[in-house]
């Protein structure tokens, strides 16, 4: 690690790029060891990266890692790669095998995060690579609540803002939670008009082998089309998919 780069932004960019090599998160204590640096001018660093998301902090095991944020600018930059290469080919038959839509999403602090997608023959959803919707009123944000890691799921369900997207939107604390157990019992989430009036969806979680949550792939559709039980007959060609992309995707530090 190069320690010669005296100003600022040479210090976190190299902070960074060094995260990259800790896949289980690194202490503020490593990264100073690691660096040469004292140990304030590390956890300031960290911080900064943290401050601007382009890298996490888990209060639970102390150790900061790569943010979404570093996986946004790569997705920009080369489409081609990572999660790209992996996902759409799994997503573009799970949408001719159904006729619906199918979205990948992972956790992006408090939000959503949409990274790929692939629009049913007759619909295209309103949600695009890049984009952040909320977790209370959206299936995918439903799984990935319930299946993040306990601490944080345990912060966002008590932390998140409930803002109503429709009348049918949750805003009552106690009835996300229950909610939220239920998805995690069952294994799956759905959403009927919730986000978008006239729109119903389904999501299943990607999860690695040790059950860690990498993403959730969603199956949307308008009402006028298919209604929610016509959404759930596809429950376990939607599980079969996310089967696939555990097996496939690159796994998030």
Known sequence: MATDRSGTAGKALGVLTLLGEFPR???TGQIAEATGYPFTTAYRLLNTLVDADFATYDAGDKRYRLGLRVFQ?????????????????????????????????????????????VDGPQFRTTTDPGDRG??????????????????????????????????RSITDRAELIRQIEQVRAQGWAAQSEENDI????????????????????????????????????HLPRLQEATTELAATLPHRP
């Open 73 to 117: 600018l790569g997705q920009k930059l080369a489409h081609h790669r990572g999660f790209e290469g992996s996902a759409v080919p799994v997503l573009q038959r799970l949408t001719e095998d159904t006729g619906e839509s199918s979205v990948l999403h992972v956790l992006d602090g408090d939000r959503s995060l949409t990274v790929h997608k």
């Open 198 to 233: 006239g729109m119903a969806a389904i999501a299943a979680p990607v999860l690695s082998v040790g059950n860690r949550l990498i993403g959730s792939v969603t199956l949307a559709a308008p009402m006028a089309r298919v209604d929610l039980e016509g959404l759930r007959r």
């Open 134 to 167: 909320p977790l209370h009123t959206t299936a995918s944000g439903k799984v990935l609540l319930a299946f993040a890691e306990p601490t944080v799921r345990k912060h966002l369900l008590a932390t998140i803002e409930l803002i109503p997207r429709t009348e």
């Open 25 to 27: 998160g690194a202490t």
